[in-house]
């Protein structure tokens, strides 16, 4: 008799136990869930927010709204070292290249992501263009702000050498002209100054 009203007693403990963890734990996994579904699911107003955050930013990104056309001047190339302010124009043509410093139509914009590439005759606006060299500036304004850009590197290529307007991971600014400088008649190789962004405002 004492032994089955000790097993009845452990018994229901055990059941009482068992429902009381069983409550206990649907309790706290309910709520638990139901933190997770307000917290995972953002609120109008928060979505909205996000939207105009990522519209913004994206708007930031496109610095040039309106494209140029050939033959449109986009801005000025400002050689410190020279002290020389040229006038920049869309294109690479003849047309272009006699009015002042010609913009490759296929490459991006000054200050935007990639290669932007410059072109000029050595006889006329790049006539001093070898005394620039690795460490010096190249300042180009156009409608979206001003870019300083710093000579990393100064080739010497072959005519015909397509590498000069690669597209690159980043902001950069390559400006050619032909050379040598002195030479009669066409030249058969060109001078290069690839240059990083360094500033914009």
């Known amino acids: 008799m004492k032994k089955r009203n000790l097993f009845l007693l452990v018994s229901v403990l055990l059941i009482s136990s068992g429902i009381w963890l069983t409550?206990?734990?649907a309790v706290t996994m309910a709520k638990g869930y139901f933190l997770y579904k307000i917290s995972s699911e953002p609120k109008a107003e928060t979505l909205q927010k996000n939207k105009a955050e990522k519209q913004t930013a994206a708007a930031e990104d496109i610095l040039y709204p309106k494209r140029p056309a050939k033959g449109d001047q986009i801005g000025n190339l400002y050689i410190p070292k020279l002290e020389a302010n040229l006038p920049i124009y869309h294109g690479t043509a003849e047309e272009e290249l006699e009015q002042g410093v010609g913009h490759y139509a296929g490459s991006v914009l000054p200050g935007?992501?990639?290669n932007s590439v410059l072109s000029g005759h050595r006889d006329t606006v790049f006539r001093k263009l070898g005394e620039v060299g690795k460490g010096d500036l190249l300042?180009?304004?156009t409608s979206a702000g001003e870019f300083t850009y710093k000579v990393r590197?100064?080739?010497i290529v072959d005519k015909d050498d397509r590498t000069v307007i690669v597209p690159k991971p980043k902001a950069v600014l390559t400006v050619s002209t032909c050379y040598p400088f002195a030479f009669a008649g066409p030249a058969p190789e060109r001078y290069i100054l690839i240059a990083d962004?360094?500033?914009s405002k």
Request: zero cysteines.
């Open 139 to 141: 300042i180009v304004t």
């Open 197 to 199: 962004l360094l500033a």
């Open 23 to 25: 409550t206990t734990n």
């Open 112 to 114: 935007e992501k990639d």
């Open 153 to 155: 590197q100064v080739r």
